[in-house]
């Protein structure tokens, strides 16, 4: 791919990241180095040399906590602000910025997926097995028609759970509906969860 790393910086750093996946880390007052702060903590589980050190890390941190003298949180610095505080200052990171992905190895030959008749349950199987945060879901002929991921649990709420019996096609197709009855008023959120409740059922 011919996509430097300069054009993806820029795009991430435009990007909305929503939702709160992730979790906090203390790091002290603040005095950390930027590359230890990767370092420890976005990169700790895949930096860790076996699984069983990858599981007591649990799961992978995207969000860190600064704290002060007292435990009181002071701010909270996401994997966004580090990459938004990187494409701000392109030019001091050199010649780097404009090699390209596959240059610096950034590009993925493995790609993990699932046929759209998978069930929502055991997607999340594999996700946990292949220690990915997400599938591509594809049709008999390879063609990628969706994207599975953990954060699609978000969207189920108790009492909901038989919904994750569905076929992960149906379970994303359920979910747009979802969603897009959320933006509006409140008796179509409300129509929404019952769809889902019904579902689940």
Known sequence: MQTCLCEVLLSISFCHCAGSDGAFMQCGDGKMSLLDFISRGFLASQCASTQKAKAAHGKTIHRMAIYD??????????????????????????????????????????????PPETSAIVAMGLMQDEDVSSL??????????????????????????????????????????????????????????????????
Do not use: Y
């Open 69 to 114: 003298k007292d435990q009181r949180i002071r701010a909270v610095i996401s994997q966004m602000d580090v990459v938004r505080f990187l494409a701000s200052r392109l030019p001091q990171l050199g010649p780097l910025v404009e090699r390209t992905v596959t240059e610096l190895d950034l590009v993925q030959t493995k790609i993990h997926t699932c």
């Open 136 to 201: 591509a879901v594809v049709d008999h002929n390879g063609k990628v028609i969706g994207n599975f991921s953990v954060s699609e649990l978000r969207t189920v709420l108790p009492g909901q759970f038989g919904a994750l019996a569905l076929p992960v096609g149906e379970f994303l197709a359920l979910e747009n509906r979802v969603s897009i009855a959320s933006r509006s008023n409140a008796g179509s959120r409300r129509s929404a969860q019952l769809l889902l409740m019904s579902v689940a059922t």
